[in-house]
């Protein structure tokens, strides 16, 4: 419940810069748009970015058939979590990575290059999977993708602004003070905003992932 509360939170917040933003800009009629472009991408944040990512790096699922010790790993920590299993998945690439992807632990995914599977040892792999499960336990995918989405909704606005400037609900120019704060600002903020949540959630998924896999050595060997 705990963190549904701070997902909440963080989404409003969030949305309220967005909006204090889109007034700056535009008035009233910025802000209406802001407000609306927010919950659009809350809403396509919350139940599409698990989809688009696993699509953007072609991931394979898998089961127990296909790749039975990466499978089984994961069903272990999931276990030691008391998550539901999540899906598995697989990417063909050389670059060694692992994620955590979805809106809530009933929906996760986690997925793994095959580079990451040959580089590192069964010991290691399980502390790069605990860290994941952990993300996952926290809800932590759900506010880093939002939080992204808006950075760069943030920054996409502030750029707007610098280049095409803003009208209010009446058609006047918008204040160009305004403006050039905004352009100047509002990255700076939507970037140490992500900044900040990442690497909180970083530090709470190493301390989740040692004492998912009773093993806090082998994330710290891994990486």
Do not use: C
């Amino acid at each position: 419940m705990f963190n549904w509360v701070k997902t909440a939170m963080l989404m409003a917040a969030i949305t309220a810069l967005f909006i204090v933003i889109g007034g700056l800009i535009g008035g009233q009629r910025g802000m209406m748009l802001a407000l609306f472009f927010a919950l659009a991408m809350n809403f396509f944040s919350y139940w599409y970015s698990d989809k688009m990512v696993l699509r953007m790096y072609n991931a394979q699922e898998v089961d127990e058939t296909t790749a039975p010790q990466f499978y089984r790993m994961v069903r272990d920590l999931a276990t030691r979590a008391e998550l539901p299993m999540p899906r598995v998945y697989l990417i063909n690439e050389d670059a060694p990575n692992a994620f955590a992807t979805g809106r809530n632990p009933e929906h996760a995914a986690v997925a793994a290059t095959t580079g990451i599977l040959r580089v590192l040892s069964e010991r290691e792999m399980r502390g790069v999977m605990a860290h994941e499960l952990a993300h996952v336990k926290h809800r932590d995918i759900l506010i880093s993708t939002i939080t992204a989405t808006m950075a760069g909704a943030i920054s996409a606005i502030a750029n707007f602004a610098m280049f095409f400037g803003g009208r209010d609900e009446n058609g006047r120019p918008a204040n160009p003070i305004a403006g050039i704060a905004v352009a100047l600002l509002a990255p700076i903020a939507g970037a140490l905003i992500q900044m900040a949540i990442s690497r909180a959630r970083e530090f709470e998924a190493d301390r989740g992932g040692a004492q998912i896999s009773g093993d806090p050595q082998s994330l710290a060997t891994a990486l």
